[in-house]
T-cell receptor, first 117, second 114 residues
Framework: GAVVSQHPSRVICKSGTSVKIECRSL??????MFWYRQFPKQSLMLMAT?????????EQGVEKDKFLINHASLTLSTLTVTSAHPEDSSFYIC?????????????FGPGTRLTVT | AQSVTQLDSHVSVSEGTPVLLRCNYS??????LFWYVQHPNKGLQLLLK??????LVKGINGFEAEFKKSETSFHLTKPSAHMSDAAEYFC????????????FGQGTTLQVKP
């Protein structure tokens, strides 16, 4: 089946530094990738939609200069949390979308736990 | 606009008894609906999906869900709970215009007691 990986799975960084999270589709090409954020014991909130070769589309309330998204190829999207602060600590999950027959399928990565100290 | 409401934030059952997780949806057109499961500190796994075919959808691990348009519901059921079913469950509706956006419910924590 289709697999999406995320790297790193866990990261701890100091306040004010930047952190990059990678999302890769391992055995398929993703036309679109999505980035979600999940606070403890809460649901997933869509942050942005990323299409290969174009600028990401951010959801209302998400700072695009804070959360930089780059979709360099059909198998890789990166999320960079710039000048991280403790309130950015969260579980970040990506998903990748591909056309499978007549329907689109979306596959989720395992998530990245970011802790900002 | 599309939305989903999961009616229970927490459900507790005994092992071997039936599971019912409730979800109501709101959509201006025929929706695509999904149930995902998330085990602690893990990503999401698709249990099943409804995309306007059969209204009774069978998924993995013995789960199934029934799409009821008249009740705008998509409840998840399983005849007999297993300890490994303890997890967070999300009811999800696809957003409009085939953008791929998914709208998540607030989640239901399923506890399975021995």
């Amino acid at each position: 089946g289709a697999v999406v990986s995320q790297h790193p799975s866990r990261v701890i960084c100091k306040s004010g530094t930047s952190v990059k999270i990678e999302c890769r589709s391992l055995d398929f090409q993703a036309t679109t990738m999505f980035w979600y954020r999940q606070f403890p014991k809460q649901s997933l909130m869509l942050m942005a939609t990323s299409n290969e070769g174009s600028k990401a589309t951010y959801e209302q309330g998400v700072e695009k200069d804070k959360f930089l998204i780059n979709h360099a190829s059909l198998t890789l999207s990166t999320l960079t949390v710039t000048s991280a602060h403790p309130e950015d600590s969260s579980f970040y999950i990506c998903s990748a979308r591909t056309l499978a027959g007549a329907f689109y399928e979306q596959y989720f990565g395992p998530g990245t736990r970011l802790t900002v100290t | 606009a599309q939305s989903v409401t999961q009616l229970d934030s927490h459900v507790s059952v005994s092992e071997g008894t039936p599971v019912l997780l409730r979800c109501n949806y709101s959509s201006s057109y025929s929706p695509s609906l999904f149930w995902y499961v998330q085990h602690p500190n893990k990503g999401l796994q698709l249990l099943l999906k409804y995309t306007s075919a059969a209204t009774l959808v069978k998924g993995i691990n013995g789960f199934e869900a029934e799409f009821k348009k008249s009740e705008t519901s998509f409840h998840l059921t399983k005849p007999s709970a297993h300890m490994s079913d303890a997890a967070e469950y999300f009811c999800v509706v696809a957003g409009s215009s085939n953008t791929g956006k998914l709208i998540f419910g607030q989640g239901t924590t399923l506890q399975v007691k021995p």
